[in-house]
């Protein structure tokens, strides 16, 4: 059975780091295209990075030079550095595995990690 | 990287059929065929409902159905059930090897 984890979320200062993970199990993070999509409180979903099977990782804009998507094959975990957090970046936090049979579509969701900045 | 144009809100009786749009531009829907249709409801994570603009993973009603004109795509609900009531996502693949969501459509089962 395929599920995703998260953890990581939490209260941060602007400016701040955090490192999410994405605990996988029931498949390998190394075989499949991974992302992150986050969801601030009543809003809809902005997607945030992604990170395909031969490496190759790609960011939106509004996170560009601050977040770092990356992946431990061994740890079979995805991550997102978080850096120079903004108050904008509050947000729940989903990692979702890639469809099979598609390279743009996610199937298997977590349940989030919320991440708050504030001072 | 413009969010996606969606209604705000749509509604429809039970049996009812309705149709949801989203609309970008010649960089991401019109460019490719890479719209995918999600479903939310509340407190829950997305769901996938269609794929490619077109295709329905396993275990999706046949209820669900996508399609796409030019830079507009579209998710068609027929036989509405109330169980369809949700919050309804667009994403599409763009030119500079992102992805982008529409704003997202509430959707009520009268």
């Known amino acids: 059975e395929v599920q995703l984890v998260e953890s990581g979320g939490g209260l941060v200062q602007p400016g701040g780091s955090l490192r999410l993970s994405c605990a996988a199990s029931g498949f390998t993070v190394s075989g499949s295209y991974m992302t992150w999509v986050r969801q601030a409180p009543g809003k809809g979903l902005d997607w945030v990075s992604v990170?395909?099977?031969?490496?190759?990782?790609y960011y939106a804009d509004s996170v560009r030079g601050r977040f770092t998507i990356s992946r431990d094959n061994s740890k079979n975990t995805l991550y997102l550095q978080m850096n120079s957090l903004r108050l904008g970046d509050t947000a729940l936090y989903y990692c979702?595995?890639?469809?099979?049979?598609?390279?743009?579509?996610?199937?298997?969701w977590g349940q989030g990690t919320p991440v708050t900045v504030s001072s | 990287q413009s969010a996606l144009t969606q209604p705000a809100s749509v509604s429809g009786s039970p049996g009812q059929s309705i149709t949801i749009s989203c609309t970008g531009t010649?960089?991401?829907?019109?460019?490719?065929?890479?719209v995918s249709w999600y479903q939310q409801h509340p407190g829950k994570a997305p769901k996938l409902m269609i794929n490619d603009v077109t295709h329905r993973p396993s275990g999706i009603s046949d209820r669900f159905s996508g399609s796409k004109s030019g830079n507009t795509a579209s998710l068609t609900i027929s036989g509405l059930q109330p169980e369809d009531e949700a919050d309804y996502y667009c994403s599409s693949y763009t030119s500079t090897s992102t992805l982008v969501f529409g704003g997202g459509t509430r959707l009520t089962v009268l």
């Open positions: 010649s960089s991401d829907v019109g460019l490719f065929n890479f």
């Open positions: 979702a595995r890639g469809f099979v049979g598609s390279t743009t579509a996610f199937e298997y």
């Open positions: 990170i395909y099977t031969g490496g190759a990782t």
